[in-house]
């Protein structure tokens, strides 16, 4: 799995922060009522510390507080207050490094479990795990497996895929579809039938030196894939958000998927196709290709320096 990692002792232990109040992992919960657990009505986002500072902090409040305005949905706190009440969290475990960080905001408790957002009667619940968490090496070594799957990515019309929602019960099936099948994640497409993004990470092949990825129409504007787009820019390496179909998807030189939790992870197979060029000899996956080895350090690098404790 691409989500797969290191079990840490050390998370046993952790605080979490409920609402701006530091509980052990244990004593850590929100009401039944709540409009998260009762309607999967909130935002949320993926943050990652790298010496002290997270990577990308600016991108993601601001992606954040962007997704709750569309909802219509009042956090309650300024960005600076939120990333204040953020970093009071990590200070509070002694965190530094290693750690990936979930900060989950919802509309609020709820008078009776009801939809409409008037039957809210508290606040914005704001919810702010962080554990020690480490992808596996191995998963980096063997690459994933991918499967497409019948789930689409919808049309906005219906559930504007940009929104990064708690409601993801379409990724969800998605993923259970893809592990029914003997798969890592699912690769999904846009109603047209293009490649779109895979159940929870962003999709990108190499052809011939050139890096694509979708047009990003039917996804979360992703922190990681925006930053790979970013760093092939800024080092002259050919790359296109555009709209590709399976036959480029099975033709690709190289595959990987981008998120905040891994970073980079290279594709070894997809549908039963083992990632190559077309002229390769026949056999195994070969592993990382240079393309993908090369990106993976011009992103650690780039998230490293973008690495902050404030806005």
């Not at 508290?122 to 968490?133: D, L, R, Y």
């Not at 296109?240 to 190289?254: H, I, N, P, T, W």
Request: glycine share 8%; charged share 25%; net charge neutral.
């Amino acid at each position: 799995m691409t989500q797969e990692f290191k079990i840490d002792p050390r998370n046993e232990n952790i605080l979490i922060s409920v609402n701006g109040e530091l509980l052990p992992r244990a004593k850590a919960v929100v009401s039944v009522f709540d409009s998260g657990f009762i309607l999967g009505d909130g935002v949320w986002e993926g943050l990652r510390l790298h010496d002290g500072g997270i990577a990308f902090l600016r991108e993601h409040i601001e992606r954040l507080y962007e997704g709750a305005k569309a909802i219509f949905m009042d956090i309650g706190l300024t960005p600076d207050e939120l990333v204040a009440r953020l970093f009071a969290c990590l200070d509070a475990n002694r965190m530094t490094d290693g750690v990936h960080i979930r900060l989950m905001v919802t509309r609020g408790v709820k008078a009776t479990p009801y939809q409409d957002p008037r039957a809210t009667i508290s606040p914005a619940t704001i919810v702010i795990i962080p554990e020690w968490k480490s992808p596996k090496p191995e998963v980096v070594a063997k690459g994933l497996k991918l499967h497409t799957v019948n789930v689409r990515r919808g049309a906005p019309d219906v559930q504007d895929q940009k929104l990064n929602s708690h409601s993801k019960l379409n990724c969800i099936t998605a993923c259970v579809q893809a592990m029914n099948a003997g798969a890592d994640e699912a690769l999904m497409l846009d109603p047209l039938g293009f490649v779109a993004t895979c159940n929870s990470t962003h999709f990108f092949i190499v052809r011939r030196g050139e890096v694509w990825t979708s047009s990003g129409q039917y996804c979360i504007p992703g922190i990681t894939r925006s930053a790979v787009i970013r760093a092939c820019r800024e080092n002259g390496i050919a790359v296109f958000e555009k709209q590709f179909s399976l036959y480029d998807v099975y033709g690709a030189d190289e595959a990987f998927v981008t998120g905040t939790f891994a970073g980079l992870v290279p594709v070894r197979e997809i549908d039963g196709r083992i990632v190559a060029h077309p002229l390769a000899p026949k056999g195994d996956w070969t592993g990382i290709g240079p393309m993908t080895e090369r990106l993976t350090g011009l992103y650690k690098a780039l998230a490293k320096r973008e690495a902050k404790r404030a806005l």
